[in-house]
């Protein structure tokens, strides 16, 4: 019996985190927002111990701030931190795929997982296209995090994961202002599928570039003198 109460309150702890980490996604719970552990426990009806578990959880993860008087405070990443998100997401990345031969890379392309990262990857095209932010940013965040668990050990794809939603986080206020025709949201998914199925390595590092300099030229954007969005 004491097991079962020790998973039910494990499994709390962690909705809770997922669902407060999609709160911040989704610009609900803006950077710098503050609230406390009782405000949290009483939006979701549960009592104090697993919400404070899941906000240290997610304090672990710099998605948080704590103050040991004011509760918790959405964590505000600036535009620094992201190109340096950016930066070391690139490193990582191609250093994994630098290390791949071609033929491994097929091999791994044959697998029944890639089909899931495929439909990921046509969902998360279709959102990028049509400027739907909120419906990106789940299949985006899956499709990288299933596509990195082909071809890298699980401490790798976790950090990406994590600055993935981390960049995520940083980015959102912004994008939400300028998401109408979806130009400023990269959707090559199924371009990176294609090269990964063919085992081209040098494709897919291509492809990944890309994104990068996507994501460095929008960067550059928020920089622009004159522009409102700093």
């Known amino acids: 019996m004491p097991a079962s109460g020790a998973v039910t309150r494990s499994t709390l702890r962690q909705q809770i985190a997922d669902a407060l980490r999609d709160e911040v996604l989704a610009g609900r719970l803006l ?122 050990n699980r401490y790798v794809a976790e950090f990406l994961h994590r600055l993935r939603v981390q960049a995520w986080v940083f980015s959102v206020p912004y994008l939400r202002e300028e998401t109408a025709d979806g130009k400023w949201l990269w959707h090559g998914h199924e371009r990176l599928v294609d090269a990964f199925t063919l085992g081209d390595v040098s494709l897919v590092r291509t492809v990944i570039r890309e994104y990068d300099d996507h994501s460095r030229a929008w960067a550059e954007r928020l920089e622009t003198p004159g522009s409102s969005r700093r």
């Open 31 to 152: 950077p710098g927002q503050e609230f406390t552990v009782k405000q949290i426990a009483e939006q979701y009806g549960v009592s104090a111990t697993p919400v404070r578990e899941a906000l240290v959880d997610l304090s672990a993860q710099d998605l948080l701030d704590s103050d040991q008087h004011r509760g918790f405070r959405v964590h505000q990443f600036s535009l620094a931190d992201f190109r340096g998100m950016v930066e070391a997401r690139a490193l990582v990345v191609d250093a994994v795929f630098r290390e791949l031969e071609g033929e491994h890379l097929a091999a791994r392309a044959q697998s029944t997982a890639l089909v899931s990262v495929r439909r990921r990857a046509e969902e998360a095209t279709r959102a990028a296209r049509g400027g739907d932010l909120n419906i990106l940013i789940g299949y985006d965040l899956r499709f990288w995090r299933e596509l990195g668990a082909l071809v890298a």
